[in-house]
């Protein structure tokens, strides 16, 4: 015999995709952490030795050939920003039910993601690391490497919540937000990687 | 003769197509308890594999020469895989398994949230658990010889990791988006409240163990520049698949505790707050696992480094041992305040829990320098009561929600039988490596050690331990199978339960809830059996 428990009234939305975006997140955010952490380890245990004048201590972490490209890397990071902008306009206009600014918010987010992975394929190209040449150069082709996976994942996202925008999903309000929600967690994990890979390296 | 000729002829053609639905049914389910079925059964076969194991090495430590029955050069691979299987391969995706069942049915949810999520966790897992076992047979793993088996495990364990976090997503989503209307976030069940723990945790703490695995990939497949051999990867991600990290894991078999010992004590559980508390403070020693160092007290030098040492060790070893302490405890005032009658499920969960609390507290001894056992087969001891003690629980846990994934109560008395013999079981796993610990066995080491004293009788009870541990399991899986084909149907409230699993039919349907309801405490079934005397 089953027992009787007083009915529910009507649910009210549950928010499963926003939550576990936010979960997801927060998974990513530890392994762009966790990396970072290896990475500074690296650094802090890399020999040190005295400049020719005598009067600087210098870490031989970065070999002295390897130049980093700024203006791609600062691009990168001002890129992020804007992607995560879009995004949040793209929750905008779903909530105002207005679907052709939130597809093209959407299109614009993806055009920003291709960007960003153009310009992290034109500092590698810039910098011709071999992978094996030494500490520096594995850890920092798996740290980015790792962040364009999440930069990719994020387009796929992107491209998902434009098809559903275009499919006439009005009131796919939810999906919206998760995906802008994954933006600013995207251009938060940039912001360090691009603090303590690009400007501290 | 000819009709029956002719319907059973029928007959095979039908059930061999319904084999192949079956199997196709069981490949893409989206059902919570297929899934977390799957899960709990590949686990226990794991559960299996580690005792014996466990047996072998103990065995084979007897003496210099062993039983031989491991090759010199293939010890360190199996004492990796051992490990791993032990912390990723059992008791990460055992308690997921349950969780994935059970959760959806407590919460009052007609599915668990993201379903293909939880199903694509499983196969990622499997699969996982699949390269990791062919790179350990093809001379794979830490310190094995073939490099392209080295990289396989590498990936293999990555992928374990990615579908264990899947899984913890989905089981941490239903649990804060799809409780039954009413059910405040005070009011989950306690078991259901260890799950979002441990599965929160696992999210939070796995990925610094994957980007230290895309790390080792990267460094491995290009030259070894930077985190050195194959041996070295011990170095790097033991801490995966040691204490404190285990402890993510084991928070869920004491959730299991204190989800039974108030229905077995027939009264609402005292201080649930407390139990809730302790049930987070269990998995605070993942913050310094993350960390990727040992926390070890050491009061020598001056006062600030005195602090130094003994601030991250009380927080990272001894608030597990607290939270651990307090949830058992509180959990068991259940039994002074009610009626208590001892059942199998029971029995399971509270020596389980007894188990891990040992394991706990040898991890905080442990961690003692001066008791100059960090290194030892001590912490052997530590992880095989956690594992086995949780192993218990696990199995307590599914005598309890038995009637609710398979629609069978199992025979309470072999079953209790069966729980005092994993008692006796891990007692004797772990114990003699605590002292063998103390007589400074190396850890995870099968030769070269000082054999002499009594090292062979340690490692004889050691091995015996593992070894009826594993015919523990072995039996429990037979009960359950003869129970589930002798189809001994169980009613649908068979332990006068407290939660809303307990008011659907047995085994629960597809869907779980013809209609949901509306919870106002945490105990909704109490409230609706209104001839019980409840205890305020």
């Known amino acids: 015999m089953s027992l009787a428990l007083p009915a529910a009234p009507q649910q009210s939305s549950r928010r499963q995709l926003l939550v576990s975006t936010a979960l997801v997140a927060a998974g990513a955010a530890m392994l762009i952490a966790g990396m970072l952490a290896m990475w500074m380890k690296f650094r802090a245990g890399s020999p040190t030795r005295e400049s020719s004048d005598g009067l600087r201590i210098i870490k031989d972490w970065m070999p002295e050939s390897i130049t980093i490209p700024e203006v791609a ?23 105002r039910r207005d679907g052709g600014h939130r597809s093209l918010a959407l299109v614009i987010t993806f055009g920003l993601g291709i ?20 500490a520096f150069q594995t850890l920092f082709y798996a740290i980015t490497g790792t962040m364009m996976f999440l930069v990719i994942t994020g387009m796929a996202f992107t491209a998902v919540t434009f098809f559903r925008s275009i499919g006439g999903r009005d009131d796919d309000q939810q999906v919206v937000s998760a995906h802008a929600l994954y933006w600013y967690f995207l251009t938060a994990a940039f912001t360090a990687v691009w603090f303590f890979v690009y400007v501290q390296k | 003769m000819t009709t029956i000729d002719t319907h059973v002829g029928a007959t095979t053609k039908a059930n061999g197509s319904s084999f192949i639905a079956a199997v196709g049914q069981w490949v893409t389910s989206s059902d919570h308890k297929k899934i977390g079925r799957l899960f709990i059964g590949w686990s226990l076969i794991h559960a299996i594999e580690v005792a014996v194991l466990g047996a072998i090495f103990g065995f084979e430590r007897m003496s210099p020469s062993g039983l031989e029955l491991i090759a010199g050069d293939a010890a360190l691979q199996l004492s990796w895989y051992s490990r791993h299987l ?5 008791l990460a995706p055992l308690f997921l398994g349950i969780a994935i069942a059970v959760v959806p049915l407590q919460v009052g949810s007609r599915a668990i949230s993201l379903p293909r999520l939880a199903q694509f966790s499983f196969w990622s897992w499997l699969f996982g658990s699949g390269l990791v076992l062919i790179s350990i047979i093809g001379n794979g793993g830490p310190g094995g010889g073939n490099g392209d088996m080295v990289d396989l495990f590498l990936m293999g364990v990555a992928l374990v990791a990615v579908g264990i976090i899947a899984g913890s997503v989905s089981v941490a989503t239903t649990v804060m988006t799809s409780r039954a209307p009413g059910m405040s976030m005070d009011m989950v069940p306690a078991f259901s409240w260890s799950a979002l723990v441990g599965s929160i945790t696992s999210i939070l703490s796995l990925p610094v163990a994957i980007g ?23 170095k790097w991600l033991g801490w995966v698949y040691a204490q404190p990290m285990s402890f993510v894991f084991i928070v869920m078999a004491l959730g299991v505790l204190a989800e039974i010992a108030p229905v077995a004590a027939r009264v609402r559980q005292p201080l649930r707050p407390v139990v809730l508390i302790g049930l987070g403070l269990a998995t605070s020693g993942v913050l310094g696992a993350v960390t990727q160092s040992s926390h070890t007290l050491n009061l020598d030098g001056s006062s600030s480094d005195k602090i130094s040492s003994t601030l991250p060790f009380l927080l990272f070893n001894g608030l597990p041992l607290l939270g651990v302490l307090v949830s058992v405890a509180v959990a068991l005032l259940a039994l002074k305040e009610g009626r208590p009658r001892v059942n199998a499920a029971f029995a399971f969960a509270v020596l389980g829990s007894l188990m891990i609390l040992a394991g706990v507290a040898g991890s905080f001894v442990q961690h003692i320098e001066s008791a100059n056992i960090v290194t030892t087969s001590f912490g052997e001891g530590v992880t095989a009561y956690l594992v086995y003690g949780s192993v218990l629980c696990a199995l307590g846990a599914l005598t309890h929600w038995a009637p609710k994934l398979w629609g069978v109560v199992l025979d309470d008395k072999k079953v209790l039988g069966l729980a005092g013999l994993g008692l006796i079981g891990t007692v ?10 103390f007589s400074k066995q190396p850890a995870h080491a099968v030769f070269g050690f000082d054999y002499d004293g009594p090292v062979a009788l340690w490692n004889l009870l050691a091995g015996a331990g593992a070894a009826l541990v594993a015919l523990v399991v072995l039996a429990f899986v037979g009960l359950l199978v003869q129970a589930v084909r002798a189809g001994a149907g169980a009613t649908d409230d068979p332990w006068d339960a407290h939660t809303l699993e307990w008011s659907v039919p047995s085994p629960a349907p597809l869907n779980n809830f013809a209609a949901l309801a509306t919870v106002h405490s945490s105990e909704p079934l109490l409230d609706a059996k209104p001839s019980q005397e409840v205890p305020a």
Do not use: C, R
């Open chain 1, 73 to 95: 890397a600062n691009t990168m990071f001002a890129t992020f920003p804007f992607a995560a902008l879009m995004a949040q306009w793209a929750v905008y206009s779903a909530k």
């Open chain 2, 212 to 234: 230290t695995l895309i790390y080792l990939y990267a460094d491995h497949t290009a030259g070894q520049v930077a985190f050195g051999s194959n041996k070295e990867i011990e």
């Open chain 2, 428 to 437: 004797l796993a772990a114990l003699p490596l605590y002292i063998a610990g």
């Open chain 1, 115 to 134: 960007a960003i992975v153009n310009a992290q394929i034109a500092i590698y190209l810039q910098m011709e690391l071999g992978l094996a040449e030494g």
């Open chain 2, 86 to 90: 032990m912390i990723l391969g059992l």
